[in-house]
T-cell receptor
């Protein structure tokens, strides 16, 4: 799986949009971009994934650049409960492929 | 949907004893489950891939005789930490997917193992 690069930490004010960047410049054509988050002492929670089109669900939006070398996860109205470590992972999309975690971004929502 | 249950959530055991951790897919069948380990302030590290009906595949550096994995059904995989030592104290997390294309993996809530 291609490696990803994320900032170590970020802060965001409560109620504002949180924009988390991820670089994946060596992504292959058959690899998707996945985002998970891990709240302290819990298992990772799936957020969203995409191939090349922008995606939106009830949790977040995913914006992937046209060259697919980077992406941004957007939490539109951050709350204190969004404080977590966010992991950007690229993965081939066969159903039983593993996820390889990097160091992620520690997002802190400030009241 | 796509719920993965892990049990127990916490366990404390004495050095030299064995501990079994269960991972269940509650609303789907999982031919493959993954076991991860996470030390404090570190990321998740894949330990092994658990395949239903066959032997698990271990990552480099993970002792298969120490971390026994059994995946006897499509909804249950177990990880047994044998002859546990204090250095095995960690957060163990399982993951599973339904095997379908374009389907994400889901994670259990982890097991905090403390070996005294």
């Amino acid at each position: 799986d291609a490696k990803t690069t994320q900032p170590t930490s970020m802060d965001c004010a409560e109620g504002r949009a949180a924009n988390l960047p991820c670089n994946h410049s060596t992504i292959s054509g058959n690899e998707y971009v996945y985002w998970y988050r891990q709240i302290h002492s819990q298992g990772p929670q799936y957020i969203i994934h995409g191939l090349k089109n922008n995606e939106t669900n009830e949790m977040a939006s995913l914006i992937i650049t046209e060259d697919r070398k980077s992406s941004t996860l957007i939490l539109p109205h951050a709350t204190l409960r969004d404080t977590a470590v966010y992991y950007c992972i690229v993965r081939v999309n066969f159903g039983n492929e593993k996820l390889t975690f990097g160091t992620g971004t520690r997002l802190t929502i400030i009241p | 949907g796509a719920v993965v249950s892990q049990h127990p959530s916490r366990v404390i055991c004495k050095s030299g004893t064995s501990v079994k951790i269960e991972c269940r897919s509650l609303d789907f069948q999982a031919t493959t489950m993954f076991w991860y380990r996470q030390f404090p302030k570190q990321s998740l590290m894949l330990m092994a891939t658990s395949n239903e009906g066959s032997k698990a595949t271990y990552e480099q550096g993970v002792e298969k005789d120490k971390f026994l994995i059994n995946h006897a059904s499509l909804t249950l995989s177990t990880l047994t930490v044998t002859s546990a030592h204090p250095e095995d104290s960690s957060f163990y997390i399982c993951s599973a997917g339904n095997g379908r294309i374009n389907s994400p993996l889901h994670f259990g809530n982890g097991t905090r193992l403390t070996v005294t």
